[in-house]
């Protein structure tokens, strides 16, 4: 097969990365515990990657309060500043740009996590049933706990959470990243407070879809304000069930949202699409609606073959794909791509926590 489109050049926002081949933002949970600096390997596993396009970090903690699994890296210490440096270094000498994506929880988190020992915060106060986050033991390995039912977050915690946001930002330039995602998808908090199924606030932020949209647009300005439009990103998961988080967008819902995003012109919209969760994949209309309504760079994500993302490129309804498993498995999933070999299949060991087993060992094409 032919996917030469998939390796041309595209400008996002005036940054040139060299190809539509992105790697998906991957949670790995290795970084070191308490401190949360990335793991020692973490420049070798992400320069292993660097023949893609863009490299979208891990979901990176923007502050103690906002941590839900064990193990995720932060970007909010003078320490993790330097080691994110160090990565994004190793990634630029090899050729790519690199994203970090700034996240915060919300209710998909454990009380023993958060710096104060207190409840997380949600949108609302909630148990979602049957919710579960990671945890790691003292060796590295990690196991699966129930969540901490989550309390209301007071005005004073959402703004806190926006100043968060944009601390971060300023880290995140400050060490070199190309560009920040704002993690806005698959339940965590910013979409907690979107969603109806999570949100019951009677107050600015809750009730109709402009005051549940309130929380993730002035994150959004927050981040613009503390860089600039032309480095800041958004992923979202419009439709589908993520983290036992029904998203609640109807299609209406969604577009509306994206008209906003639009409105700030932004350099990027990610969307993450439900079917690599099981989920009913995005109608070709759907496609052609949320096109029309973002002008920036597009991304899409989710369960995607070379064929469909060259296909999804040439319609013009996406602009790149950020590819996960099959990058995760695949150091060198460009390179397979251009010669049409066969793939890696992802490992179950090492997945999440652990060392360089199904880290930084998959092999490569052979010379």
């Known amino acids: 097969m032919n996917y030469a489109n998939l390796f041309t050049p595209l400008s996002i926002a005036g940054t040139q990365v060299r190809n539509r081949?992105?790697?998906?933002?991957?949670?790995?949970?290795?970084?070191?515990?308490?401190?949360?600096?990335?793991?020692?390997?973490?420049?070798?596993?992400?320069?292993?990657?660097?023949?893609?396009?863009?490299?979208?970090?891990?979901?990176?903690?923007?502050s103690p309060r906002a941590r839900g699994y064990g193990g995720a890296p932060g970007l909010y210490s003078d320490e993790q500043q330097a080691a994110w440096q160090e990565i994004v270094e190793a990634v630029h000498a090899k050729g790519a740009k690199m994203a970090v994506q700034l996240w915060h929880c919300g209710a998909v988190s454990h009380q023993s996590l958060l710096d104060d020992e207190r409840a997380p915060i949600s949108?609302?106060?909630?148990?979602?049933?049957?919710?579960?986050?990671?945890?790691?033991?003292?060796?590295?390995?990690?196991?699966?706990?129930?969540?901490?039912?989550?309390?209301?977050?007071?005005?004073?915690?959402?703004?806190?959470?926006?100043?968060?946001?944009?601390?971060?930002?300023?880290?995140?330039?400050?060490?070199?990243?190309d560009f920040v995602e704002i993690h806005g998808a698959h339940g965590y908090l910013l979409g907690q407070f979107f969603s109806k199924a999570t949100n019951h606030r009677t107050d600015a932020y809750g009730g109709s879809r402009e005051n549940r949209?309130?929380?993730?647009?002035?994150?959004?300005?927050?981040?613009?304000?503390?860089?600039?439009?032309?480095?800041?990103?958004?992923?979202?998961?419009?439709?589908?069930?993520?983290?036992?988080?029904d998203m609640g967008y109807d299609e209406e819902e969604t577009l509306w949202l994206v008209e906003q995003i639009q409105q700030r012109g932004i350099a990027f919209l990610h969307v993450s699409e439900p079917d690599w969760a099981g989920g009913t994949p995005l109608s070709p209309a759907y496609r052609q609606q949320l096109r029309a309504r973002f002008k920036q760079t597009l991304i899409g994500a989710g369960a995607y073959t070379a064929e469909k993302a060259s296909q999804l490129i040439a319609e013009g309804l996406l602009d790149a794909v950020a590819f996960g498993r099959a990058f995760l498995a695949n150091p060198d999933l460009p390179e397979r791509f251009a010669q049409d070999a066969a793939l890696n299949e992802m490992s179950k060991e090492g997945v999440y926590g652990g060392h360089a087993e199904g880290y930084i060992d998959y092999p490569r094409l052979s010379a």
């Open 21 to 62: 081949i992105f790697l998906a933002p991957l949670t790995r949970l290795r970084a070191q515990v308490p401190s949360e600096v990335p793991s020692t390997m973490a420049a070798e596993y992400y320069s292993q990657r660097a023949s893609g396009g863009l490299l979208i970090a891990e979901a990176t903690n923007i």
């Open 213 to 245: 949209a309130r929380l993730m647009l002035e994150v959004i300005d927050a981040c613009v304000a503390a860089w600039d439009k032309d480095h800041i990103g958004i992923r979202i998961s419009p439709l589908g069930t993520f983290n036992n988080v």
């Open 123 to 177: 949108a609302s106060a909630n148990n979602i049933q049957g919710l579960r986050t990671s945890l790691r033991h003292p060796d590295g390995s990690v196991y699966r706990e129930a969540t901490t039912p989550a309390r209301e977050a007071t005005l004073e915690d959402i703004a806190q959470v926006i100043q968060d946001f944009a601390d971060s930002t300023r880290r995140a330039k400050a060490a070199g990243f």
